[in-house]
């Protein structure tokens, strides 16, 4: 299987860091299926760099190929198939409380991007049952996301090549 990592350089060896932003599914190393939504997630990243005066780099995708088979039965795995009321519950955790995932190796499900973060906290707040929640979440574009949370999930990754996410094309 090929995975996108869209960042402000390009990442050959993964690392699990910790994280100051709250993101879907906690800290960890975060690929997609889908070339776009990386090319869009490392404009996003080169863009926060300038906003917070950091040296921006450029946006750049890294691709992996991750032995999914391989992972079967090492890692200690969660997965959302859809935006069910368990996703959001979860997602809606990791969010606003911080990382909950202790014991997972590898967490895979749909992306809450940040065109959604108002849903989830009305949803905290108890302005949104989840029915109403998760019909607004469905209309969005919601790609997939595979977050790596441990070194023996990285190990399943192989990067195979880099590019600047400009051009599109392999460095």
């Given at each position: 299987?090929?995975?996108?990592?869209?960042?402000?350089?390009?990442?050959?060896?993964?690392?699990?860091?910790?994280?100051?932003?709250?993101?879907?599914?906690?800290?960890?190393?975060?690929?997609?299926?889908?070339?776009?939504?990386?090319?869009?997630?490392?404009?996003?990243?080169?863009?926060?760099?300038?906003?917070?005066?950091?040296?921006?780099?450029?946006?750049?995708?890294?691709?992996?190929?991750?032995?999914?088979?391989a992972?079967?039965?090492?890692?200690?795995?969660?997965?959302?198939?859809?935006?069910?009321?368990?996703?959001?519950?979860?997602?809606?955790?990791?969010?606003?409380?911080?990382?909950?995932?202790?014991?997972?190796?590898?967490?895979?499900?749909?992306?809450?991007?940040?065109?959604?973060?108002p849903?989830?906290?009305?949803?905290?707040?108890?302005?949104?049952?989840?029915?109403?929640?998760?019909?607004?979440?469905?209309?969005?574009?919601?790609?997939?996301?595979?977050?790596?949370?441990?070194?023996t999930?990285?190990?399943?990754?192989?990067?195979?090549?880099?590019?600047?996410a400009?051009?599109?094309?392999?460095?």
């Amino acid at each position: 299987m090929i995975l996108y990592h869209g960042s402000n350089m390009p990442v050959h060896t993964p690392e699990v860091r910790p994280s100051t932003r709250a993101m879907d599914f906690g800290a960890g190393f975060y690929c997609a299926t889908n070339r776009t939504q990386a090319i869009e997630f490392a404009h996003k990243v080169v863009a926060r760099s300038v906003k917070f005066g950091r040296a921006p780099g450029v946006a750049m995708v890294t691709v992996y190929e991750f032995d999914e088979a391989a992972a079967q039965g090492v890692l200690h795995t969660l997965r959302y198939e859809k935006p069910d009321s368990r996703w959001l519950n979860q997602v809606t955790e990791f969010r606003l409380c911080g990382d909950m995932s202790e014991g997972y190796d590898l967490i895979i499900g749909p992306v809450a991007n940040d065109n959604v973060f108002p849903v989830l906290q009305a949803y905290w707040d108890d302005a949104l049952d989840i029915e109403t929640a998760l019909s607004r979440l469905k209309i969005r574009r919601l790609y997939d996301q595979y977050c790596f949370k441990s070194a023996t999930a990285l190990s399943f990754l192989r990067c195979v090549d880099a590019f600047e996410a400009e051009s599109g094309k392999g460095a």
